[in-house]
């Protein structure tokens, strides 16, 4: 297994522009979320789903979509980039209804806005 | 979790030694409890977890403390090594039913 994998790994962007950071996972998850990482600040949830077709959002979900079309994939799309979302962005996911509520992570994006 | 800025606190131990780290949450209705390892440059990983009606539970080389009544969560690491240094996290559920991370703290270990 792959596990979690995202793309890109690094990605600058300007103000405005728009973008999409790939998330996928081959071990069969319902639960997909995404957090972004900020010096000092922990991980903060941004956007989750519970399974194909339900997303909802998270603590710090504006300026972001998301849609969950497929069990493995979860994309996260940055509508109009901003300085403030500079940030290193990590994909996990998890079974649901185990009791354990353990997540597994990718290995982050990078992203900077200038 | 709380921020403590863009310092994280940090503890300095000789390999070897024992590493306990700390944690504090705030929500009394949390009922699950979990440390993750984040070396540099990696996405965190689990290391264990432990629910509200446990108050210790161990791993290999790690145990986990609960102390419900002054919501204080703890982790051990016997025998620490080098390869233990990275950022530590503690997460708990808190009222949602969603993972709430702590800030971390820097595991440093002097050789």
């Known amino acids: 297994n792959a596990g979690v994998t995202q793309t890109p790994k690094f990605q600058v962007l300007k103000t405005g522009q728009s973008m999409t950071l790939q998330c996928a996972q081959d071990m069969n998850h319902e639960y997909m979320s995404w957090y972004r990482q900020d010096p000092g600040m922990g991980l903060r949830l941004i956007h989750y789903?519970?399974?194909?077709?339900?997303?909802d959002q998270g603590e710090v979900p504006n300026g972001y979509n998301v849609s969950r079309s497929t069990t493995e994939d979860f994309p996260l799309r940055l509508l109009s980039a901003a300085p403030s979302q500079t940030s290193v962005y990590f994909c996990?996911?998890?079974?649901?209804?185990?009791?354990?509520?353990?997540?597994?992570f990718g290995p982050g994006t990078r992203l900077t806005v200038t | 979790g709380e921020s403590v800025g863009l310092h994280l606190p940090t503890l300095s131990v000789q390999e070897g030694d024992n590493s306990i780290i700390n944690c504090a949450y705030s929500?009394?209705?949390?009922?699950?409890f979990i440390w993750y390892k984040q070396e540099s440059g990696k996405g965190p990983q689990f290391i264990i977890d432990i629910r509200s009606n446990m108050d210790k539970r161990q791993g290999q080389r790690v145990t986990v403390l609960l102390n419900k009544t002054v919501k204080h969560l703890s982790l051990q690491i016997a025998a620490t090594q080098p390869g233990d240094s990275a950022v530590y996290f503690c997460a708990d559920t808190g009222a949602t039913n969603k993972l709430i991370f702590g800030t971390g703290t820097l595991l440093a270990v002097q050789p």
């Open positions: 929500n009394s209705a949390s009922d699950y």
């Open positions: 789903s519970v399974g194909a077709g339900i997303t």
């Open positions: 996990a996911s998890s079974l649901v209804g185990t009791g354990s509520y353990e997540q597994y």
